[in-house]
């Protein structure tokens, strides 16, 4: 069982030796040894905006928009977005309780260690996902596992502070994911950065959300391959998915870096 009211008492993002990366964003760990960077607009940053259905709820189809970067290898990774949502598409209101709030197509969703979404195979889509609501809604579900897809387990962990409405427009937001291998399970932290954009330049005010150490606690007994910790890459994705977002969403300063323990 997962304790909601706990809150973390670390909130400092350590400064080191060559603390940002080229769009001038701090980076929280520091880069692997030969480490691999890849940057939004670079080979293989691609951005669609297209229509799609629900597998959970059926005759009803929303917008959806991606940005993704499609590179083999990241394990160990840190990887960052800067996000502006001007507003959320008519069905996210339409469309309650299915759509919404702590339901479906209501947030960003971080996907991580995955790979191409099917209904077929085993590892199908199989990945973490750090999930930032767009209106906070009491952090809900900020912490997922999937496995096959669309199989899904959710979780609310504890964090260190309460997650902000973030829709509006010209309002910048900076959003950070990272996994971890460590000896025990998977390391998985979220980061938010509500300072946004300045001057044209990431205002770098991040702050940690949560820190959680996957040891297989997080799944389900009706979704077995949700349980063990994800301790391997299943692809080549690391996607940035807003559904119900509206077409002029933009981002900027993304990236994905090979990072180290500290």
């Given at each position: 069982?997962?304790n909601?009211?706990?809150?973390?008492?670390?909130?400092?993002?350590?400064?080191?030796q060559?603390?940002?990366?080229?769009?001038?964003v701090?980076?929280?760990?520091?880069?692997?040894?030969?480490?691999?960077?890849?940057y939004?607009?670079e080979r293989?940053?691609?951005e669609?905006?297209?229509?799609?259905g629900?597998?959970?709820i059926?005759?009803?189809?929303?917008?959806?928009?991606?940005?993704?970067?499609?590179?083999?290898g990241?394990l160990?990774?840190?990887?960052t977005?800067y996000?502006?949502?001007p507003?959320?598409?008519?069905?996210?209101?339409?469309?309650?309780?299915?759509i919404?709030p702590?339901?479906t197509?209501?947030?960003?969703?971080?996907?991580?260690?995955g790979g191409?979404?099917s209904?077929?195979?085993?590892?199908?889509?199989?990945c973490?996902?750090f999930?930032?609501e767009?209106?906070g809604?009491n952090?809900?579900?900020?912490f997922?596992k999937?496995a096959?897809?669309?199989?899904?387990?959710?979780?609310?962990?504890?964090?260190?502070?309460?997650?902000?409405?973030w829709?509006?427009p010209?309002?910048?937001?900076?959003?950070?994911?990272?996994?971890?291998n460590?000896?025990n399970?998977v390391?998985?932290?979220?980061y938010?950065d509500?300072?946004?954009?300045?001057?044209?330049?990431?205002?770098?005010?991040w702050k940690k959300?949560?820190?959680?150490?996957?040891?297989?606690?997080?799944?389900e007994?009706?979704k077995?391959q949700t349980?063990?910790?994800?301790?391997?890459t299943n692809?080549?994705?690391i996607?940035f998915?807003?559904?119900?977002?509206?077409?002029?969403t933009?981002?900027?300063?993304?990236?994905?870096?090979?990072i180290?323990?500290?």
């Open positions: 069982m997962i909601n009211s706990t809150r973390f008492a670390d909130t400092t993002i350590p400064k080191h060559d603390s940002f990366d080229r769009f001038k701090q980076k929280i760990y520091r880069d692997a040894v030969q480490s691999r960077v890849v939004q607009g293989g940053w691609t669609r905006y297209s229509r799609h629900y597998h959970s059926p005759r009803v189809s929303i917008w959806r928009k991606i940005f993704q970067f499609n590179r083999d990241f160990n990774q840190e990887a977005i996000l502006s949502l507003k959320l598409k008519p069905e996210y209101y339409q469309h309650r309780p299915a919404g702590c339901a197509g209501s947030g960003l969703s971080i996907k991580l260690r191409g979404h209904n077929t195979g085993e590892d199908s889509a199989k973490y996902i999930h930032f767009y209106e809604n952090n809900c579900n900020n997922q999937e096959p897809h669309p199989k899904y387990s959710k979780y609310t962990v504890p964090t260190l502070f309460d997650a902000q409405n829709i509006g010209n309002k910048w937001v900076g959003f950070k994911a990272v996994t971890i460590e000896k399970g390391r998985c932290e979220a938010i509500y300072g946004g954009i300045i001057n044209n330049r990431p205002a770098n005010q959300w949560y820190s959680i150490l996957d040891m297989g606690q997080f799944g007994p009706t077995p349980i063990p910790p994800f301790r391997t692809g080549n994705v996607q998915r807003m559904d119900n977002a509206d077409i002029g933009q981002s900027r300063f993304a990236s994905v870096r090979e180290q323990n500290r």
